[in-house]
């Protein structure tokens, strides 16, 4: 159970959808944000790709909930699937991604433990791989972003899906309309 009473029931409303509901007028623009974030129209990072970096950065931080829903997301988002996803998560060295989405995942990497951690020579290795301004700067920003809602849902203690197939549908429900929808 949640550290507060969020008025509903939390195993219909697992994760971040209980404290969104709990404060709508908060849910609008980390929705928003969520929205612009990772499925946006973009000229270079896909939506998976940018879901790879959300999942990478859940992962790392511990937050059951968003790594779940973010691999599904990404999962559902790239040809190579949840396999892709996993190896990321397990050896991001050995994983079979581009160099660049590898320094891009390096630098959310430094964020996710401090944001001085991202160095000159991150963003050296980043540019040297192909990685734009524009992709260094959303790479950070989506891993910032996702610190904060990491600790959002585990903040207040949230209960997690009972039933791991939620979070397929879940995918199903982002890929289609997007984190606006209910």
Do not use: W
């Not at 990491?150 to 429900?173: Q, S």
Request: charged content about 25%; proline content about 6%; glycine content about 8%.
């Amino acid at each position: 159970m949640a550290h507060i009473d969020l008025g509903l029931d939390e195993r219909e409303h697992p994760g971040i959808n209980g404290p969104l509901r709990f404060r709508p007028e908060t849910a609008k623009p980390l929705g928003e944000l969520a929205e612009v974030l990772l499925r946006a129209p973009h000229p270079t990072l896909t939506p998976g790709e940018r879901e790879l970096i959300a999942a990478y950065v859940s992962g790392l931080n511990d937050c059951n909930f968003c790594c779940a829903s973010h691999s599904a997301f990404a999962a559902a988002q790239l040809p190579a699937g949840m396999r892709l996803v996993d190896q990321v998560r397990t050896d991001l060295a050995a994983a079979e991604v581009s160099e660049k989405l590898r320094a891009l995942l390096d630098i959310a990497g430094a964020v996710q433990r401090s944001g001085r951690e991202v160095t000159a020579d991150l963003v050296k290795v980043a540019r040297g791989a192909g990685a734009t301004d524009l992709e260094i700067h959303d790479t950070v920003l989506i891993a910032a972003a996702f610190c904060m809602f990491n600790r959002y849902v585990d903040g207040l203690g949230t209960l997690p899906p009972e039933d791991p197939a939620v979070y397929g549908k879940a995918a199903e429900r982002i890929v289609r309309y997007g984190y606006g929808a209910d």
